[in-house]
């Protein structure tokens, strides 16, 4: 069974679409992650969200969102997408460190191409 | 400048020999170190976890060192095989925070040849 899940895998859209990647989680974390991949391959964290409240968010537009419906599931909200949002997004989780130690489990990853 | 720099960028190596990949890191102070492959087109996976006070941590052919002191690591993979082939990334993480806090490195890009 998949660990961490997102869909789609792959999402081309034109400029100024609004789109959603969906995030879901089936190892019971109470921690869940967007990470933007840019083309230069670096890992970027976007947000991270414990216990359904947001505790970071680093100097993302705020045309992105995440939205968690309940503990198992991380969804990512962009609107009015730009040329540069082009990347690949991973949906990644972690567990209580006293438990599960401090692995964080990515997803497959969501390949998104605006033109 | 990037807390966390890999060498190097890109290795090939033939199947069956022993490679040592790099990580320096300047993230300070220092809780942890971990070392992720990433194949092609999916997510990264873990391969070891090591904290400031341990030196050594294996996980099958990987074998992951640090050296606190340096502020270095590696990874040593032996008796390579083709499913190595992949991204090596080295991720470092502060003490008494998140680990929405990682640094990630650039990775190094392995190819095993037959």
């Known amino acids: 069974d998949t660990a961490v899940s997102q869909t789609p895998k792959y999402l081309v859209t034109q400029m100024g679409n609004d789109k959603s990647i969906k995030c879901e989680q089936n190892?019971?974390?109470?921690?869940m992650y967007w990470y933007k991949q840019d083309s230069k391959k670096f890992l970027k964290i976007m947000f991270s969200y414990n216990n359904k409240e947001l505790i970071i968010n680093e100097t993302v537009p705020n045309r992105f969102s995440p939205k968690s419906p309940d503990k198992a599931h991380l969804n990512l909200h962009i609107n009015s997408l730009e040329l540069g949002d082009s990347a690949v997004y991973f949906c990644a989780s972690k567990g209580d460190s006293s438990i599960s130690g401090n692995t964080i489990y990515f997803g497959e990853g969501s390949w998104l191409t605006v033109v | 400048k990037n807390q966390v720099e890999q060498s190097p960028q890109s290795l090939i190596i033939l199947e069956g020999k022993n490679c040592t990949l790099q990580c320096n890191y300047t993230v300070s102070p220092f809780s942890n170190l971990r070392w992720y492959k990433q194949d092609t087109g999916r997510g990264p996976v873990s391969l070891t976890i090591m904290t400031f006070s341990e030196n050594t941590k294996s996980n099958g052919r990987y074998t992951a060192t640090l050296d606190a002191d340096t502020k270095q690591s590696s990874l040593h993979i032996t008796a390579s095989q083709l499913s190595d082939s992949a991204s090596y990334i080295c991720?470092?993480?502060?003490?008494?925070?998140?680990?929405?806090?990682?640094?990630f490195g650039k990775g190094t890009k392995l190819s095993v040849i037959p």
């Open positions: 190892l019971g974390h109470d921690t």
């Open positions: 991720v470092v993480s502060p003490p008494g925070a998140g680990s929405y806090q990682l640094t």
